[in-house]
């Protein structure tokens, strides 16, 4: 084994994060400057779109420390391929944060909104439904005493923030910081009123959206909420449903059973195992309106379980699914079921406690890989004490999120992508590994930025320099 002669050179400068100007496209694509600095003017001093685009740096190198600004103050590499005057410091970069918190977050989704409608991102249905998934998560922030942090629903300290992704890519229109013991339901419609206008923005009039959520929206409040908004959609010309899993709430499960024997629904799958799978209209109340919703139910009697042992009662398991969808039964269900595809977002995002105990289940309960639990952003614990502070650093990681997923939608998924396996969606992770944690040599002359990645990588190449093309002709145009 040789041994290796370390040498470092005052002149040449290096950078493993290469893929970092093309988070600064994506910053220039969503017009960064105009949409935030006319809003929030400062006199002297660090423009305020110079501190968000420091923060979606951060956070696309899956960094979310305050502290971890400071390497960064002497790399022209990273000032330049931001576009910044200047790199703040950890100290001004919490300060204007705290200061300017409520302000940023206001149009912090803008930038997100304007990043997919000028790349012209792809946003693909799933059997005709281009489907928003909305569900609440918990981030574990135990042993802290930040504000609002509180017990959550997994059983540790932390928050459980709500979020809104759209499309098979996963494209992130909401997301927004929640107190740990908040339900997932409190104050969801006003979450709706943001939300809508924005699948309204991006998705084209002629595509029909789903929503799909799980039993945790299960309302009266947000059923008429959702009603609402799909009546006023029709009246635009436009399609909106959804599918919301149906809480069973004190249900008596052996009124169910006969109730589905009446109807002859039920059928046998296996000896010792029936299902009934019905569709009925049930009349739901919210203060002074009625409203009828259909109810998918399937009541699932076990007499015999799974390795033959027979039961001395029978096993009965109760299910169902709200939905304004006209099709059969059995088309609902399968539908909802790839609602849970979004869980594989969470964990690109954040990697909480669920995803953990979630692939222990899947793996046995063996150790599973720390690299698979460990979240790709590294943003599941946050930085400050504040509360508003941390909810606009989640609403800039929805930002970079975004950023990220369409580098890797466009650049790794073509036909010039990097030799890898046949994909419709890269994660994250592998969008960091093969665009932004690639290494290149960085020289500024004759006012001019060069990178240069050396040999051996001209596939990389390739999708580079097509990035910066698209992005270039989309902060353009």
């Known amino acids: 084994m040789p041994r290796f002669e370390v040498k470092q050179s005052s002149k040449l400068q290096l950078t493993s994060y290469s893929g970092l100007a093309l988070i600064g496209q994506c910053c220039q694509a969503a017009q960064v400057e105009a949409v935030i600095d006319p809003k ?9 779109s110079d ?3 420091s923060v979606v740096g951060l956070l696309s190198l899956g960094k979310s420390d305050f502290e971890a600004i400071e390497p960064f103050r002497e790399d022209r590499f990273f000032k330049e391929s931001l576009g910044l005057t200047k790199v703040p410091g950890a100290v001004w970069l919490r300060q204007r944060l705290n200061a300017k918190a409520e302000a940023i977050r206001d149009l912090a989704d803008e930038l997100s909104l304007r ?27 135990s042993g802290t005493k930040k504000e609002a942090v509180s017990r959550t629903y997994q059983g540790f300290d932390g928050y459980t923030p709500i979020a809104a992704y759209l499309g098979n890519e996963g ?11 908040r339900h997932s339901a409190f104050e969801t419609h006003y979450f709706y009123e943001r939300l809508f206008p924005r699948i309204e923005r991006l998705v084209k009039p002629d595509q029909p959206v789903l929503l799909r959520e799980d039993s945790g929206f299960d309302g009266a409040q947000l059923l008429f909420a959702k009603a609402a908004e799909r009546d006023r959609q029709a009246a635009l010309g436009r399609s909106l449903d959804f599918i919301c899993k149906w809480n069973p709430r004190k249900q008596d499960k052996a009124a169910w059973v006969a109730r589905a024997e009446d109807a002859g629904a039920f059928a046998e799958t296996r000896p010792g195992k029936r299902e009934a799978l ?3 209209d049930i009349e739901r109340a919210w203060h002074k309106e009625k409203r009828s919703f259909r109810l998918v139910a399937r009541v699932v009697e076990r007499t015999i379980d799974k390795k033959g042992q027979h039961l001395l009662a029978p096993e009965v398991e109760l299910e ?73 650093i989640l609403h800039l990681a929805a930002f970079a999120y975004n950023c ?52 051996g990588v001209a596939a990389n190449v390739a999708v580079f320099v097509m990035l910066q093309n698209r992005l270039w002709a989309a902060a353009s145009g």
């Open 404 to 455: 990220l997923r369409l580098l890797g939608q466009i650049g790794l998924t073509g036909e010039i992508a990097p030799i890898r396996h046949p994909a419709k969606r890269r994660r994250i992770r592998t969008v960091l590994q093969e665009i932004r944690y690639r290494a290149a040599k960085f020289v500024a002359h004759a006012r001019r930025l060069i990178l240069d990645f050396g040999r």
């Open 115 to 141: 990043l997919l409608e000028r790349t012209e991102a792809p946003i693909t249905p799933h059997k005709g439904y281009v489907c928003c998934d909305i569900d609440t998560f918990a981030m574990d922030n």
């Open 51 to 53: 501190i968000v685009k």
């Open 40 to 48: 929030i003017p400062v006199s002297q001093g660090m423009r305020t």
């Open 171 to 181: 494209w992130n229109t909401g997301l927004e910081l929640r107190p740990g013991s």
């Open 320 to 392: 169902g699914w709200w939905t304004t969808l006209s099709c059969s039964a059995e088309e609902v269900i399968e539908l909802y079921q790839h609602h849970g595809m979004h869980e594989q977002f969470h964990s690109e995002l954040f990697g909480s406690a669920e995803s953990f105990a979630s692939l222990r289940t899947a793996t046995a309960w063996r150790p599973a890989p720390f690299g698979l639990v460990k979240t790709d952003l590294d943003l599941e614990r946050l930085p400050s004490g504040k509360f508003d502070t941390h909810d606009v």
């Open 278 to 280: 019905l569709s009925l």
